[in-house]
């Protein structure tokens, strides 16, 4: 497998899409199980605009289609355009940042060259990818005895396969033209995030020409699950890719390389200004060092800035957007019948608060946290393992507990800055938008649980991160427990033999009592501030316990 | 204080079957520059991790300054300063910034000392050290094992990347904790750093300690090279049979020889045979002694 860059890059990186993608089947064999004994004749009776706003063709509609909608169309579109993402970003600007690609250029080998392998590993691992889903799709519902007529599991494959190859492709070329792995992956999945928003959000409020703009529309408008791969989406897709390609194949030619090294932010800018270095150096300089607690913290500026910056839009944005919404849709929305309303999260999508619930704090505002705090949690004790600063950390006077603990705090001081940021932007929008059903009282509890509620996702996080000093570990475990945690809230919920499962899930206590119409249950926070003290009192043993690295 | 900066008593660490350090009995006293050498692989990061708690070793004990390694290794750490090997620092801070926030972590550290240490040492704090090359980003690393004026310090391959007049600077610097009672250990593959600098070494290989001396015992006992210069061409037999002669090499009036005997029956055979012009004779250094022990405890191993 070092037979050459290609090669090299494939073993270097496919592992975390071959992870991804048994996470997914793994979820996809338990969902169809689920889904097996659920009764979906209620779905017979929606109204006809239900389904097709749903892409569901009654003629073919079943189990299979249910199952591997509510698998591909979120869920794995996600995972997959994740995984690309982090292979692009890392394929030039990772090798730069961490100063290997002036090694690999020390070798008869163009730039070009580089760039050519590294995007070929890069369409290689996702179509391994794309066809380990297939299968894996095909085997669940042969397993589970499962009808597939009427789906189209090869189309969905294809698609979640270019789509995956768009967002990979973007991270790519942007690292290709700034070398910085950092703003490669963090403007890919942004736009990835916002693709998803407004191809899903702008039809329903017929705005279906903007929604064009956004790439997300081209994998998802037309359904390929249920109506087979359409060509001028998929060309679409693949001409962007291309586009991605072409424009990374200038900038990696055009620019000189960067050896490892920091990276220049606004802060530093400003430091540097004679005009502004006096307040700077108080907010970012001499204060960010004060201690660890405070160190740790401002590592995730950056990543708290754009993930409470996505959920103050969101919060100002959906209050307001509910006026927007045809009375049609609010009524069609009052039909859905409660097993459906249970399978979105038990939100009433035809009132204001459900509707809010339902965009901002269901799928979105749980993601965005998990991401922040199991970044967070993954790097705060692996992370510096793995970058070979734990060692000089712990020649100072501070005990293992004490950074474990230090570091807990410090994910505190984030989720909290990110809860707050939440509310004051539903607050705003709620205000603006005249939503008196929503009030401060519901917005605070629910911003106030789904604060705890990431809190636990990033103390898993800590436990794996002390337990194993491995960054990766760290965040697949995290993500797998997020998966299995959702599925036991969403479709186990739906069985009636496992439903009492649903108890155990940190999405239960966190959603489950609807504090944004019912305010904070005490319960529900204390078992989420339970989870999160004991998992960062676990923590501490285990990372006293064992030989440290680097 | 305790005399013993580092004591370790059959200090052992095994990574499944591999033994990374063996029952290692070491007294490493305050105020003396302790060398620490072997080659890649031979335990030397192993046993600076194993006293500095960052690993726990699987029999044995360690004290430092007097304390338990691993019950007090929190009050060690206030006692010591330690500068790892290949050097991994926070590379979006600068150099002010990484020393602040340790100085912080530490407390009690004297501004004014890491200014006259940075002064010394050539060091541009203004920069990320991200940004910097290996031997400035190294710099900064002394800068934080110095910066405390600790008991001990502990540096595994502090010279990486340093420039000449840099490095003759931190030797001072090493001197001067010495003389000052203090302790520095000093883990290097730069053996003739450990020659200027070391009041004693130890030597390890495989993780067994091999030997430990004064550096002044150790040159003593070791074979010197000797070069005669003789006016006519010379036979190399009439000097291997001199006792302590070894590698006797002759090039027409020349002879040069490895010799750890008398000298005196060494130059009475010279004459004996030939009219002897000039001698040169060198002490041997550290990377001689060195290698000699490899030699010897490779064929022993």
Not at chain 1, 162 to 181: D, E, K, P, Q, V
Not at chain 1, 288 to 316: C, D, H, P
Not at chain 2, 150 to 166: F, N, R, W, Y
């Amino acid at each position: 497998m070092l037979a050459n860059v290609f090669t090299k890059s494939v073993r270097d990186r496919v592992s975390s899409g071959l992870i991804g993608a048994l996470a997914l089947a793994a979820t996809l064999l338990f969902g169809l199980w689920a889904y097996k004994d659920v009764d979906i004749s209620f779905y017979y009776d929606l109204p006809a605009a239900v389904l097709e706003l749903m892409g569901i063709d009654p003629e073919t509609f079943g189990v299979a289609s249910m199952a591997y909608g509510a698998m591909y169309d979120f869920m794995g579109a996600f995972i997959v355009g994740g995984v690309a993402i982090s292979i692009g970003a890392a394929a030039i600007a990772g090798e730069e940042q961490v100063g290997t690609f002036g090694l690999l250029l020390g070798n008869p080998l163009s730039r070009r060259d580089a760039l050519v392998s590294k995007t070929a590993s890069l369409v290689l691992i996702l179509v391994l990818m794309g066809v380990f889903l297939w299968v894996s799709a095909i085997l669940s519902a042969e397993l589970i005895g499962v009808d597939t007529g009427g789906v189209h599991l090869g189309a969905i494959s294809v698609a979640l396969t270019l789509n995956g190859l768009f967002y990979g492709l973007l991270a790519l070329a942007i690292g290709s033209w700034t070398g910085r792995r950092g703003k490669a992956s963090g403007v890919a999945a942004g736009v990835m995030v916002l693709g998803y928003l407004g191809a899903n959000l702008l039809p329903l409020i017929d705005q279906d020409g903007l929604a064009h703009l956004f790439p997300w529309y081209y994998y998802s408008s037309n359904s390929p699950l249920n109506n087979g791969l359409n060509m001028a989406d998929a060309a679409v897709l693949g001409g962007l890719s291309i586009v991605c390609f072409a424009f990374a194949w200038v900038g990696i030619q055009k620019r000189d390389l960067r050896d490892k090294g920091a990276e220049v932010t606004m802060a530093d800018r400003l430091r540097a200004n004679p005009m502004t270095r006096k307040m700077m150096e108080r907010i970012a300089g001499s204060a960010r060092v004060s201690g660890i607690t405070v160190k740790s913290a401002s590592e995730f500026q950056g990543l708290l800035t754009v993930t409470a910056g996505i959920m103050f839009y969101m919060g100002f944005f959906i209050p307001i957007l509910y006026n927007f919404i045809p009375t049609d849709f609010v009524e069609i929305f009052a039909t859905f019948p409660d097993a459906l309303i249970a399978m979105i999260g038990g939100v009433d999508m035809s009132t204001p608060a459900g509707f809010v619930t339902g965009e901002i704090f269901s799928l979105v505002g749980p993601i965005a946290i998990i991401v922040l705090l199991a970044s967070m949690g993954a790097r705060a004790l692996a992370g510096e393992e793995e970058s070979h600063t734990m060692g000089l950390l712990m020649a100072n006077p501070v005990s293992r507990g004490e950074i474990v603990v230090k570091k807990a705090l410090a994910m505190v001081a984030l989720a909290v800055a990110f809860g707050a940021t939440t509310a004051l932007g539903t607050w705003i929008g709620s205000l603006i938008g005249g939503q008196d059903e929503i009030s401060l009282d519901g917005i605070a509890s629910i911003s106030a649980l789904l604060t705890l509620f990431g809190l636990v996702f990033g103390g898993v996080s800590l436990a794996v991160s002390a337990a194993t000093g491995r960054r990766k570990f760290a965040t697949w475990a995290t993500t797998g427990v997020a998966l299995v945690t959702w599925f036991m809230f969403t479709f186990l919920a739906l069985t009636e033999s496992a439903a009492a499962v649903t108890n155990f899930s940190p999405f239960q206590w966190y959603l489950g009592s609807d504090p944004l119409v019912n305010g904070i249950s005490w319960t529900d926070a204390a078992l989420l501030g339970g989870a999160f003290v004991a998992l960062v009192a676990v923590s501490v043993p285990l990372f006293a316990q064992r030989d440290l690295r680097g | 204080m305790t005399d013993a900066a580092i004591l370790t008593e059959g200090l052992t660490k095994h990574y499944g079957d591999v033994k990374a350090l063996v029952d290692l009995d070491l007294e490493v006293r305050m105020g003396e520059v302790f060398g620490f050498l072997g080659p890649n692989g031979a335990g030397k990061t192993t046993m600076i991790r194993s006293c500095l708690d960052l690993i726990h070793p699987t029999a044995g004990k360690a004290t430092l300054v007097g304390l338990d390694s691993h019950a007090d290794s929190v009050e060690i750490r206030r006692h010591i300063g330690y500068l790892p090997s290949d050097l991994s620092m926070y590379g979006d801070l600068t150099g002010r910034d990484m020393i602040t926030y340790f100085a912080n972590l530490r407390g009690g550290v004297d501004q004014n000392y890491v200014d006259e240490l940075a002064d010394r040492l050539q060091a541009d704090l203004a920069k990320k050290v991200g940004d910097l090359s290996s031997g400035n980003r190294q710099k900064v690393g002394l800068i934080l094992a110095f910066m405390s004026r600790p008991q001990l310090i502990i540096m595994d391959e502090p010279s990486t990347g340093l420039d000449p007049l840099v490095q003759r600077e931190f030797q001072s610097m090493m001197r001067e904790v010495a003389i000052d009672g203090r302790c520095v250990f000093l883990s290097s593959h730069t053996l003739s750093e450990v020659q200027r600098v070391a009041d004693r070494v130890g030597i390890i290989r495989s993780g067994h300690l091999v030997d430990v001396e004064s550096v002044g015992d150790l040159r003593s006992k070791a074979i010197r090279s000797i070069e005669l210069h003789f006016d006519s061409a010379v036979d190399a037999t009439v000097f291997e049979s001199v006792d302590g002669v070894r590698d006797v090499m002759v090039v027409d009036h020349h002879a040069t020889m490895s010799f750890d005997g008398q000298m005196d029956a060494l130059l009475r055979v010279a004459t004996e045979h030939y009219t002897l012009l000039d001698v040169n004779t060198q002490e041997a250094d550290l990377e001689e002694i060195f290698l000699e022990y490899y030699r010897q405890e490779g064929a022993a191993l």
